[in-house]
């Protein structure tokens, strides 16, 4: 089976101002790397908006009308100290929310094996009602969410491997007993959370974080020790990645030294437990990367895993 691409122009419309990391360009560099011919079995789809009533499953209605009739028409309004918002942030930010849930929908369907979601601005820093982070709205969570209220699944799992922790994410599912959240980020590094005794109400959440400098062989031996463990006794029905590509030795916002195998390797090792549990179903969702050159490699690292393991079934 194929792996589907999910991207829309919109997503480049969503501009900050000029010097901010998290900026169009990077998914310039995603389709420059994935425009190799090795990456032409892909199936590519647009991006739909997503539903307003998928906002609703992890934000309150009121600050979804609050966010909106924020939008400015021209120039620019900053959220948070990292966080703006222009003309076209509204319809990139619902293309980003849609195109998790599209790949949900069209995993689950069995239309594909597996999707990846090239889309901006990320998600996983946003919570119930505050933007933050360059992230407006939960788009894993949500798509998560969807997976249980709309697909009737029971035991969904969120890997998120950015380089940041997922405090969105975290936040968002705290009381949720079905979702198993495992998130592997360096620390201390902002947003500050994500300590390994912040367990969720049911003990759902793993945080894994890791030292500065540690390098990819230390995130390995962590997720084999503690994090595959886990999620294979959970057995989820899918697995759901937060792909963060900011713990690369050449991004500029961390200090974690991961190389462009280390993503391969994580990928791999993520597929085998999609495959043992689920049939091979995962949906992966961009988050970070700030160096162009290493986001390109990294992603299509990523990609490539995932082609490969929906040819192997």
């Known amino acids: 089976m194929t792996t589907l691409l999910l991207t829309h122009p919109d997503c480049l419309g969503h501009v900050p101002p000029q010097g ?24 590519r789809e647009d991006a739909p908006p997503c539903d307003e009533a998928d906002l609703l499953r992890c934000h309150p209605a009121a600050h979804v009308g609050r966010l909106r ?19 076209g942030t509204w319809a990139a930010a619902l293309r980003a929310v849609g195109a998790a849930c599209r790949a949900v929908d069209a995993v689950l369907a069995g239309e594909v094996r597996n999707a990846f979601a090239a889309v901006r601005p990320p998600g996983h ?8 982070g360059f992230c407006l ?3 894993v969570a949500i798509a998560a969410k969807r997976a249980l209220d709309v697909h009737g699944l ?14 969105g994410t975290q936040a968002l599912l705290w009381d949720e007993p079905r979702i198993r959240f495992v998130s592997s980020h360096q620390m201390p590094l902002w947003p500050g959370s994500g300590h390994p005794d912040e ?11 890791l030292r500065p400098g540690s390098g990819g062989a230390e995130m390995r031996a962590a997720f084999a020790v503690r994090a595959l463990p886990i999620l294979d006794a959970f057995t989820p029905q899918l697995l759901i990645l937060s792909a963060g590509f900011d713990a690369h030795a050449a991004d500029p916002l ?15 090792d ?13 949906v992966s969702v961009l988050e970070g990367g700030y160096d162009l050159a290493a986001l390109g490699d990294s992603v299509a690292a990523h990609v490539r895993e995932l082609m490969r393991a929906g040819h192997e079934g």
Do not use: K, Y
């Not at 901010?20 to 199936?43: D, G, N, Y």
């Open 69 to 87: 009739a924020l939008m400015p028409a021209e120039g620019m309004v900053q959220l948070d100290p990292d966080t703006h918002a222009g003309p």
């Open 270 to 282: 993520l597929c085998a437990l999609a495959r043992r549990h689920c049939g091979g179903r995962v």
């Open 20 to 43: 901010h990391p998290e900026h169009p360009a990077r998914l310039e560099a995603i389709a420059r790397a994935l425009a190799a011919p090795e990456f032409a079995p892909l199936q």
């Open 137 to 139: 709205f939960g788009a």
């Open 154 to 167: 029971s035991r969904v799992a969120i890997v998120d491997f950015d380089v940041h922790h997922g405090n």
């Open 254 to 268: 961390a200090q974690l030294d991961w190389q462009t195998e280390d993503f391969a390797l994580l990928t791999r």
């Open 125 to 132: 820093h946003a919570e119930a009602e505050t933007p933050m």
């Open 199 to 209: 367990r969720g109400a049911h003990g759902q959440i793993l945080n894994l974080p």
